[in-house]
């Protein structure tokens, strides 16, 4: 059976004058996928990731995310996704469950709703001694295993991840990708840009953009055979050195 198609982009295009960011790409990424979306500093991929999140439009091409068109929707799709950004995104002069409450409310969940989600999310993490705790006084593995669950608490469509493990212990990124990998047992597509090589290879499929284009899309043993790679980064380092612009 088909999996059900929850990104779609065709022809996508956004250009700054007669600078063009993006550059025709277009893909699908289906429910419950982890998809990492790869490229060097000034391949473009922020540029589109953030048309993906209605926060920008695009100057041409087409695409739904979550089943709302980006270039009219983009309220809708707001409210159908999660959102990481790799700068820690949660408010650290709040405690824990305000931060909870705060972001749930943004989304237009119940009072009730919250509160018991609330409990369950701090049992899951172990974080219920750390209820009213302030969250800059947390570890920063600890902030990231909470802003990403504060990110999918009202169980969006897709949560787009953007370089989430940056700074943070091997031993804590192995930890979040185990929550993204349960996130997406439960249906949620998990949309991840990371420069760490060892992360694509837990992805279900990377595509690797290189001056505004898609230079690859495929499984990352696709990918390894398809470059007579080893590894991710060979990959990766090979399509990169063809890139002719940087930030």
């Known amino acids: 059976m088909e999996r059900e198609i929850v990104i779609h982009v065709e022809e996508l295009t956004k250009q700054f004058g007669n600078f063009t960011a993006v550059d025709h790409i277009s893909f699908d990424v289906v429910k419950g996928e982890v998809f990492g979306f790869l490229g060097a500093n000034g391949a473009g991929k922020t540029t589109a990731m953030r048309m993906l999140c209605g926060l920008s439009r695009p100057t041409s091409g087409t695409g739904t995310v979550a089943g709302y068109d980006i ?25 824990v469950w305000e931060n909870i409450r705060l972001y749930a ?7 009730t709703e919250i509160a018991r989600k609330t409990d369950e999310l ?43 493990t940056g700074g943070v212990d091997p031993y804590t990124r192995r930890q979040f990708w185990e929550m993204i990998y349960e996130a997406a047992d439960r249906g949620i597509t998990v949309f991840v840009t990371t420069h760490y090589m060892d992360e694509a290879e837990y992805c279900d499929r990377v595509s690797i953009m290189v001056d505004g284009r898609i230079d690859a899309l495929g499984t990352p043993r696709e990918l390894k055979e398809r470059f007579c790679a080893r590894s991710m980064e060979e990959v990766f380092q090979g399509l990169a050195r063809k890139a002719s612009r940087a930030d």
């Open 105 to 111: 409310g943004i989304y237009g969940m119940k009072d």
């Open 71 to 95: 270039t009219r929707q983009y309220e809708a799709i707001k409210k159908n996704i999660g959102y990481m950004s790799q700068k820690f995104s949660l408010y650290e002069d709040l405690k």
């Open 122 to 164: 701090l049992e899951r993490l172990n974080f219920a001694r750390e209820r009213n705790t302030m969250v800059k006084s947390l570890p920063l593995g600890w902030k990231q295993k909470l802003a990403f669950s504060v990110s999918i608490f009202h169980d969006p469509a897709i949560v787009f991840l953007d370089e989430p």
